[in-house]
């Protein structure tokens, strides 16, 4: 059975942490061919070709697909689907504005956000928050699905697979680029970070949010933030980490000033250790810390940073 | 222009939900239910644009069971002018796919002719995120999902949305599915006397074949059960403490 998988491409260059992640999930499904679209997407598609496990590379280059605008990306991958039962896609944001798009071309249901891979036609995925775990079985010819990457290890390299491109549809022109605000940051990517440091409410201010920033630092950790500490203007929109931020599942996550609300839980309580910094004992971060400090985080952070090496 | 509202009947955010013993669902019964909090974001702008001038009528839709009146009188009281009920369900515990809703939805605007539709990102039952661009789709429109930002001028309307590398401003064609996210604006409370108000407004009521769409679900649930629970944690008694413990552990 053949696997379309949807390379993560960002600017031309692959996203190679969430392709191989979602790879590994394609894999389990059939043999994958990887469509790498963009108005720049031939080096992208020399590097999935190096992925371990891909049989086949496309590449399809053309304006229409710059910046990933859904209307033209979605009529491209529609118009591949004849020749493959399954669509996957990581569960980015460029794949939830597409993927959902592309199933209602072909009138099949998208099954977002899956967390595990029963067989071909079984998923499991998250639902109110991660509160529930469901397992849903399609009975649509095509399964179009979008897959959460923090749940799957990334494939390796070693691949050589053979690279087409694909022609390119007309230009719908329902929609154009106007521009992108991208923070640039030497930090470690959110999603793929080992260690992830969070802040919150709690840290009262964006000029105090450089304490979360400066244990981040130390130990080579991405930052992350609660909805709340985003809203109040104290850290940006890419940083928030929850149900409707990102999903991250590092080897350590700490968080700071941060309550622990189901929709906060959501995105980070399947981190393999869990550190929670707050003053008030009864907050519900505790109940899925492994190790919990009661304390002022003016006190404990600067401290912290400082007993690290 | 009218702008058309879909807002969904979810269990309230702030419930803590709890899987049933028989793997068959969440229980909904007797639960505190409440607008999806995306869509009070879009039925909010939806009123903004008409305080402004730039929407004359402003049309809330629900889809799902006979309770979801409720909704649609809270969408009223916000300020909508209009409510359309499609009933697709009895059972409280039966979730109207989003390609099922998009159908029904495409249906509706085939009558009322909308210029715009503001949804929600993501219904916070299933956690979807797919309704606006499905619904997008099957009527051939532009879309600008995850807005944070949307001015409407003229022909088109500039969408600043939340994506994960930080912000991308698209300039997308009228009509236009924008589906909102938690930063476009902050939900008014309806006022007592826009609560009474409300009850007198339209709602009409129609069923799913009124429309002739299909809702047999395209996804079997097969069970759902809880997330595996993490093991107890401790509390450290200083930061000396934790340093220790996390180098114990091999997490630094
Ligand atoms: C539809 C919807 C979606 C949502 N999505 C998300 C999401 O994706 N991500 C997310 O995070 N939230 C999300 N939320 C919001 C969520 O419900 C909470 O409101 C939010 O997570 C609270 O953030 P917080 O913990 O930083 O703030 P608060 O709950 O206000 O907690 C602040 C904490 O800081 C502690 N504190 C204060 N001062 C100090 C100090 N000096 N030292 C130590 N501790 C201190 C306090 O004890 C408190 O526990 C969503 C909500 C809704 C309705
Ligand atoms: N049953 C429904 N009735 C009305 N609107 C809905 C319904 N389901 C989804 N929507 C709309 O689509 C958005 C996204 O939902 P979903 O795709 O299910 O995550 C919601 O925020 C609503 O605006």
């Given at each position: 059975m053949a696997v379309l998988l949807i390379a993560e491409v960002t600017n031309g260059e692959l996203a190679m942490d969430a392709t191989a992640k979602a790879l590994t999930a394609a894999k389990a499904l059939g043999d994958v061919t990887v469509l790498a679209a963009g108005a720049h997407a031939a080096s992208a598609g020399e590097a999935a070709a190096k992925?371990?496990?891909?049989?086949k590379v496309l590449v399809a280059e053309d304006a229409s697909l710059g910046h990933r605008l859904a209307e033209a990306t979605a009529a491209l991958i529609a118009g591949l689907a004849?020749?493959?039962e399954h669509i996957v896609a990581p569960a980015t944001t460029d794949a939830k504005n597409v993927m959902p798009r592309v199933a209602a071309l072909l009138d099949v249901m998208v099954i977002s956000d899956v967390s595990g891979v029963v067989d071909g036609s079984t998923f499991e995925r998250p639902i109110y928050a991660g509160n529930a775990v469901q397992t849903v079985k399609s009975s649509d010819a095509k399964k179009v699905v979008t897959i959460r990457t923090s749940t799957f290890d990334a494939a390796g390299e070693g691949g050589a697979a053979s690279v087409d491109t694909v022609p390119v549809g007309d230009n719908p022109g329902l929609s154009e680029w106007v521009e992108d605000k991208v923070a640039e940051s030497d930090r470690p990517e959110l999603t793929s970070a080992g260690v992830v440091v969070s802040g919150g409410r709690g840290v009262g201010s964006e000029e105090d949010f450089h304490l979360i920033e400066k244990l981040a630092d130390k130990l080579g950790a991405a930052v992350g933030a609660s909805r709340a500490a985003v809203d109040s203007g104290y850290a940006p929109n890419d940083w928030q980490v929850g149900q409707t931020g990102k999903v991250v599942a590092p080897d350590l996550y700490i968080a700071v000033g941060i309550s622990g609300a189901i929709q906060h839980l959501a995105g980070m309580k399947d981190s393999k250790v869990i550190v929670a910094i707050n003053k008030?004992?009864?907050?519900?971060?505790f109940q899925v810390a492994d190790y919990g400090l009661v304390a002022d985080l003016f006190t404990a952070v600067p401290e912290l940073t400082e007993k690290l090496d | 222009m009218k702008v058309l509202v879909p807002v969904k009947r979810v269990i309230d955010y702030n419930v803590k939900v709890r899987v049933k013993a028989d793997g068959s669902g969440v229980d909904l019964a007797n639960v505190k239910m409440s607008m999806n909090p995306f869509d009070e974001i879009a039925v909010e702008e939806a009123i903004r644009l008409k305080e402004a001038g730039k929407a004359e009528e402003v049309i809330a839709v629900s889809i799902g069971v006979k309770q979801a009146q409720e909704t649609l009188r809270t969408a009223l009281a916000m300020g909508a002018d209009r409510a359309i009920l499609v009933v697709a369900a009895d059972d409280v515990h039966t979730d109207i796919e989003p390609l099922a809703v998009a159908k029904i939805l495409k249906a509706v605007i085939d009558e009322e002719q909308p210029g715009l539709v503001l949804c929600g990102k993501q219904a916070i039952d299933n956690d979807m995120n797919a309704t606006g661009q499905m619904l997008s789709a099957l009527l051939g429109w532009s879309q600008a999902t995850f807005a944070s930002k949307l001015d409407i001028e003229g022909d088109h309307a500039l969408v600043t949305r939340e994506v994960d590398g930080g912000l991308q401003t698209i300039k997308v064609k009228m009509p236009t599915i924008v589906s909102v996210d938690l930063r476009l604006n902050e939900p008014r409370y309806a006022s007592l006397p826009n609560i009474m108000k409300a009850k007198k407004k339209p709602l009409d009521e129609k069923t799913a074949a009124d429309y002739g769409v299909?809702?047999?679900?395209?996804?079997?649930?097969v069970k759902t059960e809880e997330p595996p629970a993490r093991a107890a944690g401790i509390i450290v008694g200083s930061v000396d403490e934790l340093v220790a413990k996390l180098k114990e552990a091999g997490a630094v």
């Open positions: 992925l371990d496990g891909v049989a004849d020749d493959y008030d004992e009864e907050a519900p971060i | 299909d809702v047999t679900p395209r996804l079997e649930i």
